[in-house]
């Protein structure tokens, strides 16, 4: 994954990244959890009426230029620029969201690293309950905590890996996925859908994601949801104070800055 207007020291500063930059484990796990803190997970382009740009360039300067976010193609896309320029091996795998109470297609965006002797799974794109780190693959049906989330990994087909999460108690799907290679214009038709299609939640709704070492804050539609140290706050947002919420809380330019 490559862009030629693409910089390791532009991107570092824009993740507020200030590690070494060796392909290793502990430059993976701290470029993500940068990455994971300030860019936002944001559909604020196909809110405005845009289908959202796969080309290279453009997600460059969207997120490093202009210091936007992005839903999971762009904010991955973003995050194997890195790993390309530090020599980091990866592949895309496409994922099935399973949080749906029917079978919906593969039209996540995820990554495996192959480092240190092992797979890891890494992914910045997932909304409210990704994971925080990088997974390894072969650690299966063993509780994860990263931070105040907990995750874990199975295969209960014995062929695809799904992904959950500990919500309120209880274990919920996340995706699922396999290892066949996915090349990167192979999600050009999800994103068209994702971007387009009335059914698909982000152009239903505005939904916006920043995670932090505490929590999250989550905004979808009106609502805004705060997530710190276990702690749950929810509140129902004014139209006038959108543009606030936007700008204070997430980082970004508000709905006017985008249209």
Not at 91 to 120: C, D, S
Request: hydrophobic share 45%.
């Amino acid at each position: 994954m490559k862009a030629e207007n693409f910089a390791l020291e532009d991107y570092f500063e824009r993740i507020g990244y200030r590690g070494t930059a060796r392909a290793d484990l502990a430059t993976l796990t701290g470029l993500m959890r940068c990455q994971l803190f300030t860019v936002p997970f944001e559909n604020l382009d196909v809110q405005a009426g845009r289908i959202v740009s796969l080309v290279p360039e453009e997600i460059v300067e969207k997120i490093v230029g202009r210091r936007r976010g992005g839903y999971c193609y762009e904010v991955n896309g973003l995050f194997c620029m890195a790993l390309e320029a530090l020599g980091i091996p990866y592949q895309f795998v496409a994922a099935r969201p399973m949080f749906y109470p029917v079978r919906r297609p593969k039209t996540h965006m995820a990554i495996v690293v192959t480092l240190e002797g092992g797979q890891w799974l890494c992914d910045l794109g997932f909304g409210s309950y990704g994971i925080r780190a990088p997974m390894r693959l072969d650690r299966l049906d063993v509780e994860v905590r990263q931070d105040d989330d907990v995750f874990m990994l199975s295969r209960p087909d014995g062929r695809e890996y799904l992904l959950q999460a500990r919500v309120n108690g209880e274990w919920l799907r996340q995706f699922a996925f396999d290892l066949s290679p996915q090349e990167w214009i192979d999600f050009m038709p999800a994103n068209y859908l994702n971007s387009t299609h009335p059914e698909a939640i982000f152009v239903q709704k505005l939904l916006v994601v920043r995670h932090a070492p505490d929590g999250r804050a989550i905004l979808l539609g009106d609502t805004l949801k705060t997530v710190k140290a276990g702690e749950v706050r929810v509140e129902s947002l004014a139209a006038e104070d959108l543009d606030a919420v936007l700008v204070d809380i997430f980082g970004l330019p508000g709905m006017d800055g985008v249209l």
